[in-house]
């Protein structure tokens, strides 16, 4: 936009001079056309006359001879602004048009962000402890916290008193059962051909090649299926719920829920814990057969052996106890996929960056939580003997 000067109506080329007064005063007077298409003088030119004056304290400005002007006089102003308070000298804006002052005084109001020139600190030792402290403290606060709501929500449930949509419940169902059987089918079925090639080769030098139905039979009741299903849904799952909880926050979703009078446990957070809940222990079941079947590949295909031993084998090997243990682990590695992964969606941040991040703790943490439950259950076993 161009501004013309009041009562002045002299079209040429943009010019500027510079008149000393006396006790340091200089007059910077500016005539002629300063737009863009003029091309007057730049501020560089104005600056360094200005600064070949030695004991200046003051500038002032006359714009009677200016004819009109754009953001090229603008910024030509701005350049001897900035530079002479750099140099200590005062600036009277007073003769200036009023649009230009008003422009030179809100370009010049804006302070420079303080952290655009701070250096980067470490903190001390010390320092550092006390924030991963106080870090720590607040993340189990907040944890055990949400772990309670969710125990209350399931009990809800448990007395018909939850609210909730079951269509919710049947999405998640879904999502958690039969969309992973083709990941749960590969993986099952290569731990098995895993576990009887392992064990192969070391009972193989005995003739006791037999005893491969043994070890996977076990091995996937036990241990194998639980802990690789489990791990399965948290980097499938688990991350998933992260990631919606995740994005209703930065859409705000998850206020409007509270705002109109609904539980986010309740409506967001129970249908997936009660979704793991029910499929895991399906899921487990569906690994050991495949695990077994697995194995079974490998022991005929490779040890000679024939379907109805590794059958019969595999049969005598493993009780109920075994299944007992294994199915007991998921129904608990389920509920950890699930909290963890509502956990650190609801904690997440506004924006996409902080999504992402949220969906990555939600599978460490639920993984790091499976191999210690998994130990913890090892250890209860081996003491009472089962």
């Known amino acids: 936009m161009t501004v013309v000067s009041d009562g002045i109506s002299d079209r040429t080329a943009g010019a500027y001079s510079v008149d000393m007064r006396p006790e340091g005063v200089a007059l910077l007077s500016f005539s002629g056309d300063w737009t863009l298409q003029a091309k007057p003088p730049g501020a560089g030119a104005i600056t360094s006359d200005i600064g070949a004056n030695t004991g200046l304290r003051r500038i ?81 606060l907040e944890t055990v916290s949400f772990v309670g709501e969710a125990t209350i929500a399931l009990l809800r449930f448990c007395t018909g008193r939850a609210r909730f949509r079951r269509v919710d419940l049947m999405i998640a169902l879904e999502d958690c059962g039969p969309k992973a059987l083709p990941i749960v089918t590969l993986i099952s079925v290569l731990i098995g051909l895993i576990l009887a090639f392992v064990g192969a080769i070391q009972l193989r030098q005995f003739g006791a090649q037999i005893y491969v139905a043994d070890l996977v039979a076990i091995a996937m009741a036990r241990e194998m299926a639980a802990i690789m299903t489990g791990i ?13 909880l995740g994005t209703m926050q930065v859409n705000e979703e998850t206020d409007a829920f509270r705002t109109l009078g609904f539980s986010p446990m309740e409506f967001l957070v129970l249908p ?35 379907p109805t031993a590794y059958y019969v084998e595999t049969i005598a090997s493993v009780s109920l ?40 703790s939600a599978v460490v943490l639920s993984i790091v939580m499976i191999i210690v439950l998994d130990g913890f259950f090892a250890v209860v076993t081996s003491v009472i003997g089962i």
Not at 277 to 304: K, S, T
């Open 272 to 306: 997936r814990m009660l979704a793991l809940i029910v499929m895991m222990p399906l899921l487990c079941i569906y690994a050991n057969i495949l695990g077994i079947i697995g194995g079974g590949i490998v022991g005929v295909l490779m040890l000679d052996l024939t």
């Open 60 to 140: 002032g400005f006359d714009t009677g001879a200016l004819a009109t002007w754009d953001s090229t006089f603008v910024t030509a102003i701005l350049g001897v602004v900035t530079q002479s308070k750099a140099a200590g000298i005062d600036v009277d804006l007073a003769g200036l048009p009023a649009g230009a002052q008003r422009l030179v005084t809100l370009a010049t109001a804006v302070p420079e962000r303080q952290g655009a020139r701070r250096t980067a600190t470490r903190d001390g030792l010390l320092v550092g402890l006390g924030k991963w402290w106080l870090s720590a403290q607040k993340s189990m």
């Open 321 to 360: 106890t075994d299944f007992g243990i294994g199915i007991s682990k998921s129904v608990i590695f389920g509920i950890v996929v699930a909290l963890a992964g509502c956990l650190k969606g609801l904690q997440s941040g506004r924006s996409a960056s902080a999504v992402g991040d949220a969906a990555t």
């Open 232 to 244: 399965i849904m948290a980097g499938r799952t688990g991350a998933a719920f992260a990631a919606q």
